[in-house]
């Protein structure tokens, strides 16, 4: 199971930091990733990370904004969110699979349920 949290309300320019924590299965076992659904569009992968962090992926919109991270100690995956914007107003959602291929082409293993984010201008 994977359960996010760390939404809110933010004026542009703002941060705040998602977390995704796990359980049931240990993190390091997966790749794991961050979609968002903004409104009226479709959903989209963000960002995404391998199973040993060696590899992070960003699409362009968020690249030098958004930072994944992952601390499988605490079995928990992060997304930094710096210098937001108004179109990154959207649901986020985290979601895992054992490899990395599968979260790219949006067919994780699992989801977590959805987080807020609203970006005022």
């Known amino acids: 199971q994977l359960q996010a949290s760390g939404g809110g309300l933010v004026q542009t320019g703002g941060s705040l930091r998602l977390s995704c924590a796990a359980s049931g299965s240990a993190l390091d076992r997966f790749a794991v990733g961050w979609f968002r659904q903004r409104p009226g569009k479709a959903r989209e992968g963000v960002s995404f990370?391998?199973?040993?962090?060696?590899?992070?992926y960003y699409i362009d919109p968020v690249k030098g904004r958004f930072d994944i991270s992952r601390d499988n100690a605490k079995n928990t995956v992060y997304l930094q969110m710096n210098s937001l914007k108004p179109e990154d107003t959207a649901v986020y959602y985290c979601?895992?699979?054992?490899?990395?291929?599968?979260?790219?082409?949006?067919?994780?293993?699992?989801w977590g349920q959805g987080t807020q984010v609203t970006v005022s201008s």
């Open positions: 979601a895992a699979h054992p490899d990395l291929g599968a979260l790219l082409s949006d067919r994780p293993d699992y």
């Open positions: 990370m391998d199973r040993s962090a060696s590899s992070t």
